[in-house]
C-alpha cells in the first residue's frame, strides 16, 4: 500500500493524527450510551429527546450515528491508502467529529427542530467534501462511487428529518430503510475489495476466488433492492431481490472461504458477519411470501451483518494502523461471540419465541452494551496513543 505524501508531518495530538482513530473512539462510545439510553426509555428510565423520539430516534442513532461514525472513520483511513493522497488530520478531523457530535446532542437540547435537521444533514455532504480530491482525483475511478453513497445517505437522511418537519409523511420510515440499504451496498462494496486481500495476507497459500459475473450480479441486484423499497417497502420485487442478494452473496462467500479462516479469529468475524449479511437478506425477503412478519428479522441485518463487520473491521484496523500484530486479544474475542450473540437473540430469537420478545430484546441490548464496552477496554489506549513503532498516523 502507497503512504500519503503528508503522512511525514508532525501529527501532534494522536487521536487525530488518523480519522479512524476519533471515529471508532466516538463510535465504541456511541454504540454503549445509545443503546443503554434505548433500553432506559423502554423501561421508563430515561426521558425521551424532544426531537426524533422512540423508535425513530434509536433507529437514527444506529445508522447515522454509529454506523456514520464508523463509516467516516474507515474511508478517512483507507481512502488515503488507496489513493496515496492526504485525507483530513488535526483540527479539520476534530471539526468532522464536532459536527457528528453536535448532531448526537442536539435533540437533547431543545433547539429549534430546522437548525437540529440541517446539522444532521450536513454531515455526509461535509464528509464528501473532505474526501473529494483522493476520491475523485485519486488513481482508482471505482472510489468516485463513494461520492455517489455519499450523496443517497444524504438524501436518506433529509426524508427523515423532512418527515419530523411534518413536510413529508412517511419519510422516516423510508429514509431509514434507504440509509440501511446503502450501508448493505457499501458492505458489498468494502467487503469486495478488502476480504481477498485480508485472506491472502492472513494465511498462507489461501486463494480466495471471486467470479465477475457474480460481482456485477451483487451489485446489480443491491441497486435494485434499493430502489424497490423506496418505490414498495415490504412488497413481493423487494422481497424477492433481498432473496436473490442473499443467496448471490453466498456463492460470493464460499468463492473465499478458506477452512483456516474459521482458527483466524480477526477474519472469522469478518466472515461470520458476511454470513448474517446474507442470511438476513434471506430472512428479510421471506415475508414477502410468507407468513413471516414484515421486517422481522430486520436485526439480522442491523447486529448480526452490520454489528458484527463493523465490530470486527474496527478492531482489526485499530490493530493494523497503531502499528501492532494482527492478533486478537481473548477480551477482543470475547466481544465478537457477544455481538454474535445479540444478533441471535434480537434477530433470531423472537422469530422462533415471541413471547419472549422483552426478555430477548433486553438481554441482546446488554450482550451489544458489554461487546462495545470490551471493545473500548481494549483498544480505547490505542486510538488515543502514538504508534509504539514511532511512525505517524
Not at 4 to 29: E, H, M, Y
Not at 43 to 51: C, D, L, V
Not at 325 to 345: D, E, H, P, S, Y
Request: charged fraction near 10%; hydrophobic fraction near 60%; include cysteine.
Amino acid at each position: 500500500m502507497r503512504i500519503a505524501s503528508g503522512t511525514n508531518r508532525k501529527q501532534g495530538i494522536a487521536v487525530l493524527a488518523l480519522g479512524f482513530r476519533p471515529f471508532f473512539l466516538a463510535a465504541g462510545i456511541a454504540a454503549v450510551l445509545s443503546v443503554l439510553v434505548w433500553l432506559a426509555m423502554l423501561t421508563g428510565h430515561f426521558p425521551q429527546p424532544g426531537y426524533l423520539a422512540g423508535p425513530a430516534w434509536h433507529a437514527h442513532e444506529m445508522l447515522f450515528g454509529y454506523l456514520a461514525a464508523v463509516i467516516a472513520g474507515f474511508l478517512l483511513t483507507a481512502v488515503r491508502n488507496w489513493s496515496g493522497m492526504d485525507t483530513p488530520t488535526g483540527p479539520a478531523l476534530a471539526g468532522l467529529v464536532a459536527l457528528w457530535l453536535a448532531a448526537r446532542l442536539m435533540p437533547w437540547l431543545g433547539l429549534p427542530p430546522l437548525l437540529v435537521a440541517l446539522t444532521d444533514v450536513a454531515f455526509f455532504p461535509v464528509l464528501a467534501f473532505a474526501l473529494r480530491r483522493p476520491l475523485w482525483f485519486g488513481p482508482n475511478p471505482v472510489n468516485r462511487v463513494f461520492l455517489l453513497l455519499f450523496a443517497g445517505m444524504t438524501l436518506a437522511s433529509a426524508l427523515v428529518h423532512l418527515d419530523v418537519l411534518g413536510i413529508l409523511p412517511g419519510g422516516v420510515a423510508r429514509g431509514h430503510r434507504m440509509m440501511l440499504d446503502l450501508v448493505i451496498l457499501t458492505m458489498l462494496l468494502v467487503s469486495g475489495r478488502v476480504m481477498p486481500f485480508f485472506i491472502e495476507r492472513g494465511i498462507a497459500g489461501a486463494k480466495p476466488k471471486s467470479i465477475q459475473f457474480v460481482e456485477r450480479l451483487i451489485f446489480l441486484l443491491a441497486g435494485a433492492l434499493l430502489i424497490a423499497d423506496l418505490i414498495q417497502p415490504h412488497g413481493s420485487p423487494s422481497g424477492a431481490l433481498a432473496i436473490a442478494l442473499g443467496l448471490v452473496l453466498l456463492v460470493r462467500i464460499a468463492g473465499w472461504h478458506d477452512r483456516r479462516v474459521w482458527t483466524t479469529p480477526m477474519l472469522t468475524v469478518l466472515y461470520v458477519g458476511l454470513l448474517w449479511l446474507a442470511f438476513g437478506l434471506i430472512l428479510d425477503g421471506l415475508p414477502a411470501f410468507t407468513t413471516l412478519p414484515a421486517r422481522g428479522a430486520l436485526h439480522t441485518l442491523t447486529i448480526g451483518a452490520i454489528g458484527v463487520v463493523t465490530l470486527g473491521m474496527m478492531a482489526r484496523v485499530a490493530i493494523g494502523h497503531t502499528g501492532r500484530a494482527m492478533q486478537a486479544a481473548r477480551l477482543t474475542i470475547l466481544a465478537f461471540v457477544l455481538i454474535n450473540l445479540a444478533a441471535g437473540l434480537r434477530g433470531l430469537a423472537p422469530l422462533m419465541y415471541p413471547a419472549g420478545y422483552h426478555a430477548w430484546l433486553m438481554s441482546a441490548g446488554l450482550c451489544w452494551i458489554l461487546a462495545f464496552g470490551l471493545f473500548l477496554w481494549v483498544h480505547a489506549p490505542m486510538l488515543v496513543a502514538p504508534r509504539p513503532d514511532g511512525r505517524p498516523g
